[in-house]
């Protein structure tokens, strides 16, 4: 065996090297000589401007629907906070506004020819544009050639914070443009989520190293669905299938105007999210399938909220899993506002065949109330400062540390025999 091959083998002790490790033996079975970089955008070589249409001069993108700015120093002489970029001082750093006059998209002006079996790696920094009168998050999604819509969400304010995707096609694709797009529709449409230092390359990355995102191997914020009750089969335009009873859209139903129809604190018709419970307990289970390597760290997050109280629900609840993951459960207050919650999951063994799956645990003389569920987000954990990745304890992982003293144990009681 070759020294560069052990050396290899030995490495898969971390979880960041061993993403690196597996990277390169794929790079090697395409016979590609080394990863590249398909598109890089800073700004910086663009003109600071507002309500930019169409071609924006000097980058490697065009708006392709309705406007965008370019934040620097805005030259007609106008100047507030609103005209840096979040860390900049002055025109000394340009970043891209993705609302103009109201939300815009813009598409890469390259058009790439994805290998399926590849993996594509897209990094970009992102911040939210100074607080509007709204004061609702900034939202935006991500497209690469026929990936599903990565979604984002941001608060007012702040500095740049970096994110990671991969995207690994299963059918070859010619001609894929990426696309960012914003879904900020506020009060004053002008403020919109702020984008910078754009990489697509053709590689994957090791997680959490010299970044701070993570990445996102889906997201699923409902915006898309249609609100409506008892969904079985089939959750149009969410990634997700009813395995149980129904579940239901909660948005603004028609002809059923009420506070149980709107999610808590979306304005009506301007927010989606997912009851669990249709006309009783509900299961959905993802449509796609996930990878997941032996000693990496998955993170499982999402919003959860009670329905209101209807008299027989004092707690709503739910169980999630990830592949062999083992459930994990969760409970929120009758009435209670979102709040996120998580769980990292590491498996022991490699998983080709994963799944995410919810299931509701209410069931009451009301069945038709349940938990509420939005903005769900699978991602490789970010990492601590020492590296590794910030893990949460399950009942699986409990499981191996106990088989791993215990074998410890006997080690050192047989050196002692000795």
């Given at each position: 065996?070759?020294?560069?091959?052990?050396?290899?083998?030995?490495?898969?002790?971390?979880?960041?090297?061993?993403?690196?490790?597996?990277?390169?033996?794929?790079?090697?079975?395409?016979?590609?000589?080394?990863?590249?970089?398909?598109?890089?955008?800073?700004?910086?070589?663009?003109?600071?401007?507002?309500?930019?249409?169409?071609?924006?001069?000097?980058?490697?993108?065009?708006?392709?629907?309705?406007?965008?700015?370019?934040?620097?120093?805005?030259?007609?002489?106008?100047?507030?906070?609103?005209?840096?970029?979040?860390?900049?001082?002055?025109?000394?750093?340009?970043?891209?506004?993705?609302?103009?006059?109201?939300?815009?998209?813009?598409?890469?002006?390259?058009?790439?020819?994805?290998?399926?079996?590849?993996?594509?790696?897209?990094?970009?920094?992102?911040?939210?544009?100074?607080?509007?009168?709204?004061?609702?998050?900034?939202?935006?999604?991500?497209?690469?050639?026929?990936?599903?819509?990565?979604?984002?969400?941001?608060?007012?304010?702040?500095?740049?914070?970096?994110?990671?995707?991969?995207?690994?096609?299963?059918?070859?694709?010619?001609?894929?443009?990426?696309?960012?797009?914003?879904?900020?529709?506020?009060?004053?449409?002008?403020?919109?989520?702020?984008?910078?230092?754009?990489?697509?390359?053709?590689?994957?990355?090791?997680?959490?190293?010299?970044?701070?995102?993570?990445?996102?191997?889906?997201?699923?914020?409902?915006?898309?669905?249609?609100?409506?009750?008892?969904?079985?089969?089939?959750?149009?335009?969410?990634?997700?299938?009813?395995?149980?009873?129904?579940?239901?859209?909660?948005?603004?139903?028609?002809?059923?105007?009420?506070?149980?129809?709107?999610?808590?604190?979306?304005?009506?018709?301007?927010?989606?999210?997912?009851?669990?419970?249709?006309?009783?307990?509900?299961?959905?289970?993802?449509?796609?399938?996930?990878?997941?390597?032996?000693?990496?760290?998955?993170?499982?997050?999402?919003?959860?909220?009670?329905?209101?109280?209807d008299g027989n629900h004092d707690?709503?609840?739910?169980?999630?899993?990830?592949?062999?993951?083992?459930?994990?459960?969760?409970?929120?207050?009758?009435?209670?506002?979102?709040?996120?919650?998580?769980?990292?999951?590491?498996?022991?063994?490699?998983?080709?065949?994963?799944?995410?799956?919810l299931t509701s645990d209410s069931?009451?003389?009301?069945?038709?109330?349940?938990?509420?569920?939005?903005?769900?987000?699978?991602?490789?954990?970010?990492?601590?400062?020492?590296?590794?990745?910030?893990?949460?304890?399950?009942?699986?992982?409990?499981?191996?540390?106990?088989v791993g003293l215990l074998a410890?144990?006997?080690?050192?009681?047989?050196?002692?025999?000795?």
């Amino acid at each position: 065996m070759s020294r560069c091959l052990v050396s290899i083998l030995r490495s898969v002790r971390r979880p960041a090297v061993a993403l690196v490790a597996t990277a390169a033996l794929a790079v090697s079975a395409h016979g590609a000589a080394r990863a590249a970089s398909l598109l890089t955008e800073s700004f910086n070589g663009t003109q600071p401007g507002s309500a930019y249409a169409g071609s924006i001069g000097g980058s490697a993108f065009a708006v392709t629907s309705g406007t965008a700015d370019i934040i620097g120093s805005i030259a007609n002489g106008a100047r507030s906070t609103f005209y840096d970029c979040p860390g900049s001082i002055g025109s000394a750093n340009n970043c891209l506004d993705l609302n103009g006059n109201g939300p815009g998209s813009i598409t890469s002006s390259s058009r790439f020819d994805l290998r399926a079996g590849t993996t594509y790696t897209l990094r970009f920094d992102l911040a939210g544009s100074v607080a509007d009168p709204g004061g609702a998050p900034f939202t935006m999604q991500v497209t690469l050639g026929d990936s599903a819509a990565y979604r984002f969400s941001v608060p007012a304010g702040g500095n740049f914070g970096t994110e990671q995707i991969r995207y690994t096609p299963t059918t070859d694709q010619s001609a894929a443009s990426l696309v960012f797009t914003s879904t900020t529709a506020h009060v004053s449409p002008e403020y919109g989520p702020l984008i910078d230092n754009i990489v697509l390359s053709d590689a994957p990355s090791a997680p959490g190293v010299a970044i701070s995102g993570s990445d996102i191997l889906f997201s699923q914020d409902f915006s898309d669905a249609t609100p409506a009750p008892n969904y079985s089969g089939a959750v149009s335009a969410t990634g997700f299938t009813t395995t149980l009873g129904t579940v239901d859209i909660i948005g603004d139903l028609p002809n059923l105007g009420s506070g149980f129809f709107t999610c808590p604190f979306g304005a009506v018709g301007s927010n989606n999210c997912l009851d669990l419970n249709g006309s009783g307990p509900g299961a959905i289970i993802t449509d796609q399938v996930f990878t997941l390597l032996a000693g990496v760290t998955y993170q499982i997050g999402f919003d959860m909220a009670g329905s209101v109280d209807d008299g027989n629900h004092d707690i709503y609840g739910l169980h999630v899993a990830l592949g062999d993951s083992g459930d994990v459960a969760f409970s929120a207050d009758a009435g209670s506002p979102f709040s996120r919650r998580t769980f990292n999951y590491t498996p022991v063994q490699n998983q080709t065949d994963a799944r995410l799956t919810l299931t509701s645990d209410s069931n009451t003389a009301n069945p038709q109330y349940g938990p509420l569920i939005d903005n769900i987000v699978i991602r490789i954990a970010p990492l601590s400062q020492n590296n590794e990745p910030a893990a949460v304890p399950e009942p699986a992982s409990f499981a191996v540390l106990g088989v791993g003293l215990l074998a410890l144990a006997k080690l050192r009681r047989r050196r002692g025999d000795n």
